[in-house]
């Protein structure tokens, strides 16, 4: 390439122009690729034999279980240390207790699988009780998105719950991208959760989900202000328990309630407070 | 890792308390990552040339051609084999009663293949005729997420057709996760459709599409009622042949059918048949 | 597989029946996972150590460069020529000077380079400053759907720009399988853009968005018409600076302009020119 | 490529002219890459943590085995399996019977597999002892290909001795490509065993080996006769204990034992029988 | 790393300073890599079967053989139009003719593709013949070193004989590391020839070996005499017909040669020619 | 798996009992793969473009190869890290003095990069010079084994001559494997060497090779005595400049020196000193 030399430079001037970012050789984000293969592994240990090429009988399953979580161990360590580490800049806890720190993270978060794997049948459970399409719920294991969304979104809330910066949502991204439902690390989530079809849908950082909530794809829960000075209120609604939420709904601001067993319906916006029981509807055009 | 062992029990413990889901020694899924394999060369194969690295000319395409059938064959014979045997449980047809059925059925898509050319011809000449940002049906092959939700969705439905469970939703799920379009393998779709941006199109399994139909961005075709006693009806529109459905429009119901010629606006709500050659549009706010 | 020559025959005779397309020994198309590779080491060389595995430091940071700028000149050159050469059949500019047009062309991307580092940068302050979910601009880098969009459709622009058929469009269905966000190539975007999550968000080819401008999800800039006769007008609206368009708007036509300052509320419906400073909603059901 | 139909019809006739050798459908050959994948796996169940990138502590040890275990049953009952089956063509033991029969005898390997430690263990210290050059029994294990050799060796006389055909000669192929040292499944070896460079080394099908024996490179210990009608006798010599064997020696001949103790010098060339505690050197030239 | 601009420029001139060698933009190698594949292609062409890891029917094995000429057609073609290009530096055939030229032996190569099967498959007998260690022709096939060698050679040899520059002797050095068998490419080796074990074998560029030669570990067929002058001469000796050569011997001389039905010994030392029939061993020491 | 636990425990005792090598949570060995990366990645700095993909121009070569200098740097210095932390178990220097430690000698190792340069240039022209076979040095850089045994013995006996344990045993074990040439990173050899065929070269640690040597294939240069009491003494030959060592000849003894210019035959056994212009041949039989 001629001139290459020179283009070099006026990138590199670029970096220091536009962003400043400086990269100083002990600093490192959390990897994008190891944090994936985290969850994967998570999932695995979470439903086994779901995504297997070769078969594990019961015996072999405890050493698979326990190859898997040594594994995820390792690494997820290493990146919540990372994501630790250049956040908080906390160069006094360099040593050992920052290692120490990462560490009872990720044991604490090895010790909420069988919570991730009964709130998680829970979910299945609901999908397969709520789509008529349904036939199994190893169906819904094997193939809805709505379930994997939930699953990783209660992995990265643990995680989010504990402090830990940018992995959490780096979680939430990889399975944005993968299914289209953007749910928030923060977001609160109830069990027997089923989110249908789900491209679209968006659950804000300070939402608060009861038990047996069913949302249709497209579905925003919200919120009505976006100053940058909010960022420490609740500033996205509370759904309370039993309630459905039909597809293009927007349910908006911090202080919104949706009662008990109501159901919103399509295409509805809402922005105060709905009663229990109630039944929102759109005029059908 | 610190009581390893005794995490790893507890994980083992929710396995049975939650879900309680047998894995035995000869049971297994179909494995997602071969059903995807499998789209691929069928992809390839029905469009040859258009994601090939090296060039193919006329008289090496028979080869390539019947390399990927073979391949194929083999694959999907032992994915749909193992989606026969998990859910219906016919021990009885275990051996080569259960194997020979399977063939049959990957024969009979093989069979099918250019049918799945002719109709996705078709569909990129709609694409080609209906946008007119597209320059060439090349372009429309090469980058249009529509057609290739169309286009597996037709293999899907195919597997759906024959009773094959499992594999025709992964298959959709992993064009859902790709195209942000979801359609289940259930819904007759005609030729020369063309689903434009698509991100947010849902399609019910009882839909019935005619020929030259247009989809826009997060258009649902639903359902009314998702009660689990519903599941054998038809649940879903029926859309008449040159229909046109805008960005957002919601069409629910399984007695709901939109007229040959009508065009529904974005952003409606339908839940009601619409006569022929209709123009529904949603007043601007 | 019984038959294999037969069936094969039928699906060779599938391709001249059902689109006929030719392909001929010296003919290629763009392929897809190179171009994809480019577009990942632009994204590494415009913000290096985000994804990397192991640590870049001052010194060594200009030869990374240096290696990466090689790398992706070569890369992209070989599939500007296809792309030309596919599309053109200018075969008179088959030898060098087909060649040299396509290195120009990717030499001037590379002088870009520094350019699309300064709008980047710009889009992820205005993501910070947008989002009070946000908690640095390394964050915001590392995983927010909207900045990746707005960097890869401002590279697909650019060689759109310059006349590259079929690349820009790969570019931007590569990303929008990713994000959900569907930003057609000819789009002229300002700086200062945010793309609130994103999802189900279509900008249209003659769309012209001015600075500082907010998008949330499922916003639609779309046409009114899609005759084909239309393709070489001005179609999309365009969006002034300041403007902030909430989750689901839709705002259609090549004539309409919203006003500097506006705010369009969600799940809005369009048509016509809206002032400055407007605040348009739409009544909550 | 022109006529390439007329090409591969006459490669096809040149199976059936040359070799006729038939391939059916359910026939398959061990695989050579599985099989090569098991011995990486033993090796690692043998020497933990020898060639781990990540770090094994004590409590995981036994998990990360458990599943190194489960998946060489797994790997190897197939090929032994598909060996048996070939070679056999044992039809009538098709169903579960051929199976359970693979199944025993990787199970008797398994239970092996403490045994193979403790000679390796020996190998390795009779390295360190004999070589001046070892600093450490770890250097030993990490970096003597001899310390190899004999390991995949013993591994694969284990299975040759339960009649399993071809897989033990690829075991022995496998690892003579890679250090030079050709070591037939049929010899048997003593422990403390100790081979130094070993490129050229050859050991016979019948060969006995006694304990504590050092072979250098180059040495031959083969047959003086190679009439297939001596393939049921011992044709290699018998070598005992604590006999050294310098470089390029050859010793032929099954009736050719090499007395307890004795010294064979470099280059020599021996057919008969040579008592205890002997020491024959070649004149120097 | 500091100085790192410094380090570069070292580096830099020491290859202006020692070698010198130019690399200009359009000059490239043959691939190893590339080479590499296409003998193993080749190898699957010739033993179909043997290295799959799913079953090739009848039918299907035409597809298969097809798709793999197709490959190995295009690969060749590019790396000996390399080799013709970078050696020949025949500027004038830079355009059409010269990759004509590089498809004529690629295509000549293809059509000897049943020769190689015929002479692979006498190859395969007079090991099975002269090893009573042997059980199957089949076992030959998969696991004896000495068979792939001379496979290699074939291949490698043919190229030679049309002037391909430095690819074949990529193809023997291949097949040298893995096996220990170095044979240049231009020895003549006839039918029914066996290499066994094969480690340290060296036959030179003009050797002529006659029809069912047997040759052991550690043989050299070489050259009395290494002055460049020679480059043209017959410098290794002929090997009539029937002969076998024993481990460790050494014949050199390009007058050499050893006449038909002949046994050389084990560490023989050979400079002379030896009358049809002879028997020539060392004394035992 | 039946009794997997009680199997998997049997090995578990089995590591105690036999060996016992304790491996703690931050102990590692040098990683085998990560050392052969580091090889490769030095080969191609020091003859670069001989194995690339894609052309590297003169602009871009500063640039590549100052990316694979930082690359070599990162991974290199990990791998002597531990090496150093394992063998010395200096806990002492476990923090910043160790890695300071390691990475003085890979910047050292860098700054001998352009000497490597210069020997192996040397080399590859004696082997043009002394073998009539090769056509020109760029044959013999891309295919001689020998040139690159000697390459890879320079870099380790680099590092070993550091002190750095391990790693130079990998390195040389590594192209041991390759090229069946067996060269201890301790022996010192002067430039112009020539190692032709080399399959079962050895040459010991304390050997000392002037300049212009040649040494065909199966050549020892050993100890006579290994007694480990031997460790620290020379215990291998002296070979002076301009000497030639045919093949299968074994020189042994740390105090025999072969002259300057001798000439040694074949098959020879010497284990004196040879006085310089010596011609040494084994009688032929």
């Known amino acids: 390439m001629t001139n290459l030399d020179e283009r070099i430079e006026r990138i590199l001037t670029s970096y220091e122009e536009f962003g400043g970012i400086n990269l100083t050789d002990n600093q490192h984000f959390p990897n994008r690729q ?11 240990i979470i439903f086994p034999g779901f995504r297997e ?6 015996e072999s399953l405890r050493f698979v279980t326990g190859e898997r979580l040594h594994r995820v161990a390792l690494k997820l360590t290493g990146e919540v240390l990372k994501a630790i ?10 040593g050992k207790g920052c290692y120490k720190y990462a560490e009872q993270i990720v044991l604490a978060l090895i ?20 789509d008529p399409a349904a036939r ?17 979104h209660r992995i990265a809330h643990f995680l989010h719950s504990k402090g830990v910066p940018i992995i959490p949502r780096m979680m939430s991204e990889y399975v944005h991208g993968k299914t289209g439902i953007d749910i928030h690390p923060g977001a609160k989530i109830g069990e027997e959760c089923f989110i249908d079809h789900g491209t679209g849908v968006v ?4 939402c608060v989900i009861g038990k047996h909530v069913k949302v249709y794809q497209g579905v925003t829960l919200g919120a009505l202000s976006v100053k940058k000075a909010m960022a420490d209120k609740k500033r996205h609604p509370t759904i309370e328990d039993n309630v459905t939420i039909y597809a293009g709904a927007t349910i908006l601001g911090g202080e919104t309630v ?4 109501s159901v919103i319906g399509g295409n ?15 005029c059908p055009s």
Chains 1, 2, 3, 4, 5, 6 share one sequence.
Do not use: H, M
């Not at 199994?136 to 990783?152: D, R």
């Open 258 to 261: 949706i009662g008990e067993g």
């Open 85 to 94: 580490k250049y956040i908080c800049e906390i160069s006094q806890r360099e």
């Open 136 to 152: 199994s719920v190893e169906e819904v294991i094997l193939s809805y998105p709505g379930l994997e969304a939930l699953l990783v």
């Open 203 to 206: 659950i804000g950082e300070t």
């Open 111 to 130: 010790d909420e699988i069988p919570e991730f794997r009964r709130l998680s049948v829970t979910d299945a459970q609901a999908a397969l009780d709520g």
């Open 34 to 44: 190891t944090v994936v293969e985290v969850i994967c592994d998570l999932e695995n």
């Open 53 to 58: 090429n070769t078969s594990i009988d019961r």
């Open 268 to 282: 509805t916006w809402i922005t105060e407070t709905v009663s229990p029981k109630s039944r929102i509807y759109n």
